[in-house]
């Protein structure tokens, strides 16, 4: 028979206020086994810890059950008090009664009495609980970063500068992914690409990066410091070490049917192309879609004009096999299809164009070379309109229900910049509320009003069509009660950010999981912000949220600071609560290795004895130390050999028994 | 503030105003915007405040085009034409508070008006 | 191909050419338009608020009428598409809606929005399809410049009507391609003429006219099409500016076909 104590936490008024704690502790001292029982305002805190500890010593103790918040909350808080008492940590058990009941109920008598019932089930557990002891498993330590944005090379750069291996897997061409397409950036309007650009340069020649460009991850298999991943690197039909970058066969190719994803479509490219100048590694594509060569067999000419001899039509593409201690996702964002938004006339009229063709518009690197003109007619625009908000914010099912946070803050500065490059022009932004939380952000937002005069209106366009060239943006002004029919040159919209779509496939290859939106969801949102709750995940940049760029860097950063802490270790601590399988009930099925997603559990030729009857059969063994106990096995196996420790048939059973008692 | 009224209104319309979040989407929108006292936006913000008298008083419940523009454009699924018709049948529910009588009719006839403009004429301003 | 047809008031007497030319039409690209027996006016605007029951009756019935013989309902006039279509959306979705309105018609079975409603040019999209059409024209009316006028009925709102994008739409430019014409597309295609105001704002159902003749005038339009006899009217009585032909488009139909 165990010694079992029970400790009953108030946590503040988030119990106590619905639930009679008091009521609770006399209801279970006469539980079977139960030697001990109290309350505590706090269980968590120093002293609540030390109740537990003095009543193991005092008591002997051989079981715990807490009945607090959630063990996803403190259960790993709970053992360690318990294993410092002497006591075996998978002897405690946590009863929720917080999650799982006081906040969810209001009636006080309902909760105390589910109170009462969840504290039973989990001393009923730990009566069947045995002591568990954790092996351990080796860290490679390698990082891997999937995306080359900004929060993957920042990411990688500090990984990199503490000592440890990391590759960066990206899928286009080029590192440098949304930032490398911005104009200046807020709130100090330094221009990205000279941040950005020796940043990438860093990454490609620190000697510890390797840069998979133009490269996918194909599948991932492992867990936390074991993980094994194979990389896709797509055929760019060039020889990466034989191309100098030297840009001629991207002048001389003659399909220039392809729409220039760095210049957003604005402008074409050439079937091999490099995507911009300041690309690395500085390496020539060619885009099989729109070469002629191998569409057709003819034409060729880049591979005639070729000094280097680096072209090279029968390429295929190469599978990378790497281990890995860490992953993170960086996989960042893009702005949504206005295709539901064509009130605002985005397919319609070319001077409607959204914030990253904006941008475009006005980088000297971009298709006009820094000078704004219209789309339409390559004119100078005089009056130009920005819309907030288009399809952030929009629970109408055409849009995103989120704020994408980022809009606020780039569409002041481009008004700015326009009234600054352009003092002649008139500029208006229709905003719903202006968003400026951050470091001289409000003041930034000032400035545009203050100094540049640009006109902020409070309220929404609902409407752009066009009277003889001009486009006429119909919108309402809400502070004046009026609704305005703004003659406009162009026409601005702050499309709503949405994460990458690999995003939900990369994802679900890590086990990783995402919320509605698609964004990767933390292991805690306030705690753990940068860790997905599948252990060796971690979360950089736009993946997790919308951010901006001094956001995301701090948070590429803060995940490279984990990445650091877990690649530091050489080993690590396995949990336990791991599958194992009963060799005299196993029937030999393989079931179980079928539906293991780790790979763990593996088929031998044992020697049995059953009952007296010693003979060879075909079982199923465990490798504990891939196991990640997630008990698929144990629900499959036909026979109930396979069982799961901590989380035993028997102790799950007691469970429902003690609940429907 | 009404009370009574509102929830009448907020009950015909089916209107959730606590949806809205003050885009002014749907004032930007309305093609009779200029003709109304009272425009779609705030149709909303004075029903979620009870103040309904003012409506129903207001020229702007027969100026509404019915076009539902406002309805489409809105990005939280407010309806404010929903909230418009509401007070619209609010007034003409009430005894002899017709906005179209019948015997309005003949003077307003032309040749080519179509049976269609009569009967939903009918069918909006009177009871 | 045979539907069950429910054309309204106005196409039985100022709209007649609407409804005369989409039967000639239908004939020759195989549709029989089977009109109901017994049909009652639909009332022409939707009652929107939720407490109104007998308004619907009369659009229930025609439904019921076309469940009975096992067919599609094929529409015509915009109105009555708009008032059918979303009536029969109530009988699917509103619990309340169906039980008032099945206690009150006492059916041998209640109706619960088991008919398709199919609007004409929907007929032709999908049932019969452009490329048919195409092929049945013998009279293309080649190089006309036309402007498709949508107004609201036929697409808003668009989670209920689902007729075609709300904010470009394509399915009358589509149209006017099958016939051999060239369509113009004018930013106002889809925004108010002001027809229900048309008897007693008079001004403002003007202003909106205007805009939108000015608008089709300015793209080069020579005709405007539209299904809609209450935006025929207005469009046609109520411009103050310039004046452009406003006609049925299944008349422009009938005349590529060559049955006028």
Redesign the interface.
């Known amino acids: 028979m165990q010694k079992i104590g029970v400790f009953i936490c108030h946590c503040g008024t988030n119990i106590a206020a619905t639930v009679d704690v008091e009521a609770v502790t006399e209801a279970i001292k006469n539980e079977p086994g139960v030697v001990y029982a109290a309350n505590y305002q706090y269980m968590c805190s120093e002293n609540g810890q030390a109740l537990i500890k003095n009543a193991i010593a005092e008591y002997g103790l051989t079981g715990v059950v807490v009945c607090s918040c959630s063990p996803r909350m403190h259960e790993a808080t709970f053992r360690k008090a318990a294993q410092e008492a002497g006591l075996n940590p998978y002897m405690v058990e946590i009863a929720n009664i917080r999650e799982h009941c006081s906040w969810i109920h209001k009636d006080k008598v309902e909760a105390t009495e589910k109170a009462i019932i969840l504290a039973r089930a989990a001393i009923a557990k730990v009566h069947l609980n045995a002591p568990l002891i954790s092996g351990q498993s080796d860290v490679t330590k390698r990082a891997l970063v999937i995306g080359g944005g900004i929060a993957g090379i920042q990411t990688a750069l500090d990984i990199a500068e503490a000592g440890f291996e990391v590759d960066i897997v990206e899928k286009s061409p080029t590192i440098g992914g949304k930032m490398a397409q911005l104009d200046k950036t807020f709130p100090t309007l330094d221009c990205a690409a000279c941040i950005l650009t020796p940043k990438m340069v860093d990454a490609k020649s620190n000697d510890k990066i390797t840069l998979y460009t133009y490269s996918e991850v194909e599948s991932v298999k492992g867990f936390v410091g074991n993980f094994e991943v194979s990389i896709r690197k797509k055929a760019r039909y060039v020889n990466t070490d034989l191309c100098t970058g030297c840009g001629e066969c991207t002048t001389k190719c003659p399909s220039r049917k392809a729409k220039s994803e760095f210049n957003m479509g604005l402008m074409n490219r050439g079937a091999i192309y490099i995507p911009f100048a300041q690309a690395i590694p500085n390496v020539a594509t060619i885009d099989p879609q729109y070469c002629i060569h191998m569409k057709t067999g003819k034409c060729g000419l880049c591979e005639k004009v070729c000094s280097a001899h680096a072209i090279d039509f029968k390429q295929q593409d190469e599978i990378v096999e790497q281990k890995y201690g860490a992953i993170v996702m960086a996989t960042g964002f893009n702005l949504i299809n206005l295709d539901q938004f064509d009130e605002f006339g985005y397919s319609k009229y070319p001077d409607v164009v959204t914030s990253l063709e904006f941008e475009r518009l006005m980088n000297a690197a971009g298709p006009t070379e820094g000078t704004l003109l219209r789309p339409s007619n390559h004119e100078h625009p005089h009056t130009l309109v920005f819309v907030q908000c288009v399809g952030s914010r929009d629970t109408s099912g055409c849009g995103k229900p989120y704020c994408s946070k980022i809009c606020c803050m780039y569409t002041a500065k481009h008004a700015m910049l326009v009234r600054d490059k352009y003092p002649d022009t008139e500029v208006y932004v229709f905003y719903i509320d202006v968003r400026t939380p951050g470091k001289n952000f409000d003041e930034f937002y000032r400035r545009a009003v203050e100094q540049y005069g640009v006109h902020y209106i409070k309220g929404m366009v609902g409407k752009v069509t066009d009277k003889d060239g001009k486009l006429i943006v119909q919108g309402s002004d809400l502070l004046e009660n009026k609704q305005l029919k703004i003659e406009a040159d162009m026409v601005v919209l702050a499309a709503a950010v949405e994460p990458d779509p690999s995003a939900r496939s990369v994802a679900s290859m890590l086990t990783a999981s995402i919320d509605t939106n698609d964004f990767m969801t933390e292991a805690h949102a306030k705690l753990r912000p940068v860790e997905s709750p599948t252990a060796g995940i971690f979360l950089s940049g736009m993946a997790q949220g919308p951010k901006d760029i001094p956001e995301t860097v701090s948070q590429a950063s803060a995940c490279a600071a984990k990445v650091i802490g877990l690649l530091a270790k050489d080993h690590l601590v396995n949990n336990p609560c791991v599958a194992q399988s009963n060799e005299l009930r196993c029937n030999g099925c393989s079931n179980c290795e079928k539906v293991c997603p780790y790979g763990a559990i593996s088929y031998i030729e044992k020697e049995v004895n059953d009952h007296g009857v010693r003979e060879v059969r075909r079982i199923a063994q465990v490798n504990e130390a891939v196991c990640q106990g997630c008990g698929a096995c144990t629900v499959t196996c036909p026979s109930g050999a396979m069982d799961l420790k901590g989380f035993s048939t028997n102790q799950i059973m007691a469970e429902v028994d003690a609940i429907c008692r | 503030m009404d009370k009574f009224l509102q929830e009448q209104i907020l009950r015909m319309s089916g209107v959730n105003t606590r949806k809205c979040m003050k885009c002014g989407k749907c004032s930007g929108t309305c093609p009779a915007y200029d003709e109304m006292e009272y425009h779609p936006h705030q149709f909303v913000a004075m029903v979620e405040s009870g103040d309904i008298d003012a409506l129903m008083q207001s020229n702007s419940i027969w100026t509404c085009l019915s076009c539902f523009a406002c309805v489409e454009r809105c990005p939280r699924s407010v309806e404010p034409a929903n909230l418009i018709e509401a007070v619209r049948l609010a007034v003409i529910r009430q005894q002899n508070a017709n906005h179209l009588k019948a015997q309005e009719i003949p003077e307003n006839l032309e040749e080519k008006l179509p049976q269609q403009a009569i009967v939903s004429a009918f069918r909006k301003y009177s009871k | 191909m045979i539907l069950s047809y429910y054309p309204?008031?106005?196409l039985k007497?100022?709209?007649q050419d609407l409804d005369l030319y989409a039967r000639k039409s239908a004939e020759v690209l195989g549709v029989t338009m089977e009109e109901l027996e017994e049909w009652q006016?639909c009332?022409?605007?939707y009652?929107?608020?939720?407490?109104e029951i007998a308004?619907k009756l009369s659009a229930v019935r025609a439904l019921e009428n076309a469940k009975e013989k096992g067919q599609d309902l094929l529409t015509l006039?915009s109105?009555c598409h708009h008032v059918i279509k979303r009536v029969n959306h109530d009988m699917q979705t509103n619990a309340d809606m169906q039980m008032k309105v099945n206690n009150y018609l006492q059916l041998d079975e209640p109706y619960t929005g088991e008919t398709k409603v199919v609007h004409y040019l929907e007929m032709l999209r999908d049932l019969v399809g452009f490329d048919k059409i195409k092929e049945k024209v013998v009279n293309p009316l080649k190089g006309k410049k036309i402007a498709a006028y949508y107004g609201?009925l036929l697409?808003?709102?668009?989670?209920v009507l689902q007729f075609d994008?709300?904010?470009?739409p394509s399915i009358m430019e589509d149209f006017i391609r099958s016939i051999g014409a060239t369509p113009v597309?004018t930013?106002?295609r889809n925004?108010?003429c002001?027809?229900?105001?048309?008897?007693?704002?008079k001004k403002?159902a003007q202003k909106?006219v205007d805009l939108i003749i000015s608008?089709a005038m300015?793209k080069g339009a020579e005709m405007i099409i539209t299904a809609c006899?209450?935006c025929?009217?207005n469009l046609?009585?109520n411009s103050t500016e310039h004046k452009l032909p406003i006609v049925y488009f299944t008349e422009l139909l009938a005349e590529a076909l060559g049955v006028k």
């Open positions: 309204g008031c106005t007497t100022k709209a006016c009332g022409a605007v009652p929107m608020a939720s407490d308004t006039c109105a609201c697409l808003r709102p668009s989670d994008n709300p904010e470009n597309e930013p106002y925004e108010c002001g027809g229900y105001v048309s008897m007693e704002n403002l909106k608008s300015e006899p209450l025929m009217y046609d009585a």
